[in-house]
């Protein structure tokens, strides 16, 4: 399987690679140290004394803190990271507050900031988001086609082979009963299931449901294969699952055949 780069260079799509690894890098991390980096080469803010502060108090009044963004510490990892990557740039004094932001959040805040900086980059994550989906169906497609060919290798074939047949073997093997069970005052559709236990099926099956259960009739069955011969016959009737639009006059039917 080719590399997202790889894929690139193969297919000639004409993108900056510099900024899609930033991009990418930027967005695989869950939250990121809104820096002045962010706001002046990113959003596109212009660099000036009250700059940050009125972007930090334009996020505080359009985002939630603690889902959105977050007042951390001098000491948190992601700030001793930034300044760790950008020594040309000092940390700031003690008394400056310093804000985390989602990635969620600064891809919005780009997108609505309608700088000439901001609109290039929000073009780059609209190409960015086009380029990956085509990636992921390429990945797709290439590990349907690798799946294709192990299928087609003659001892897997012999194993899948196999493991059909203990299947088999072991619902033809099990003995239990076909229920045929209704919704209380609703005689028209039926759930059509297999069970050793029938008790406790209907205690787990009721659970799940609002109305209270009634099993119309059962059939004792040597094997679960006839559960699932019967599910064949009523394709055409299936509404969900093991549930079938049937009467009863044709459960009936259906009993008197499979029990001979």
């Given at each position: 399987?080719?590399?997202?780069?790889?894929?690139?260079?193969?297919?000639?799509?004409?993108?900056?690679?510099?900024?899609?690894?930033?991009?990418?890098?930027?967005?695989?991390?869950?939250?990121?140290?809104?820096?002045?980096?962010?706001?002046?080469?990113?959003i596109?803010?212009?660099?000036g004394?009250?700059s940050?502060?009125?972007?930090?108090?334009?996020?505080?009044?359009?985002?939630?803190?603690?889902?959105?963004?977050?007042e951390?510490?001098k000491?948190?990892?992601?700030?001793?990271?930034?300044?760790?990557?950008?020594?040309?740039?000092c940390?700031?004094s003690?008394?400056?507050?310093?804000?985390?932001?989602?990635?969620?959040?600064?891809?919005?805040?780009?997108?609505?900031?309608?700088?000439?900086?901001?609109?290039r980059?929000?073009?780059?994550?609209?190409?960015?988001?086009?380029l990956?989906?085509?990636?992921?169906?390429?990945?797709?497609?290439?590990?349907?086609?690798?799946?294709?060919?192990?299928?087609?290798?003659?001892?897997?074939?012999?194993y899948?082979?196999?493991?059909?047949?203990?299947?088999?073997?072991?619902?033809?093997?099990?003995i239990?009963?076909?229920?045929?069970?209704?919704?209380?005052?609703v005689?028209?559709?039926?759930?059509?299931?297999?069970?050793?236990?029938?008790?406790?099926?209907?205690?787990?099956?009721?659970?799940?449901?609002?109305?209270?259960?009634?099993?119309?009739?059962?059939?004792?069955?040597?094997?679960?294969?006839?559960?699932?011969?019967i599910h064949?016959?009523?394709?055409?009737?299936?509404?969900?699952?093991?549930?079938?639009?049937?009467?009863?006059?044709?459960?009936?039917?259906?009993?008197?055949?499979?029990s001979?």
């Amino acid at each position: 399987m080719k590399t997202l780069l790889e894929y690139i260079d193969e297919h000639k799509i004409d993108i900056d690679r510099d900024v899609l690894i930033k991009i990418l890098l930027m967005v695989n991390e869950e939250w990121i140290y809104f820096s002045k980096l962010y706001i002046h080469n990113w959003i596109g803010y212009k660099v000036g004394r009250n700059s940050h502060n009125n972007v930090v108090n334009d996020m505080k009044k359009k985002y939630i803190e603690g889902i959105d963004y977050k007042e951390v510490e001098k000491n948190h990892h992601l700030v001793l990271e930034y300044f760790k990557a950008h020594p040309d740039e000092c940390i700031p004094s003690i008394n400056k507050k310093f804000y985390i932001v989602s990635n969620k959040t600064f891809v919005v805040m780009l997108m609505r900031a309608k700088t000439t900086t901001s609109i290039r980059y929000a073009e780059y994550f609209y190409h960015i988001h086009d380029l990956m989906i085509k990636y992921y169906k390429y990945q797709a497609e290439f590990t349907k086609q690798e799946f294709k060919a192990i299928y087609q290798l003659q001892h897997v074939r012999e194993y899948t082979q196999l493991q059909n047949i203990k299947y088999l073997e072991l619902k033809s093997s099990r003995i239990g009963v076909v229920y045929f069970v209704h919704e209380n005052g609703v005689l028209n559709k039926f759930k059509i299931g297999w069970t050793t236990d029938l008790p406790m099926r209907m205690k787990a099956l009721q659970v799940s449901n609002w109305r209270d259960l009634m099993i119309y009739k059962t059939m004792f069955a040597e094997s679960q294969l006839i559960e699932a011969a019967i599910h064949e016959e009523l394709v055409d009737s299936a509404i969900r699952g093991e549930w079938f639009d049937i009467s009863p006059p044709a459960i009936d039917d259906l009993i008197q055949r499979y029990s001979k």
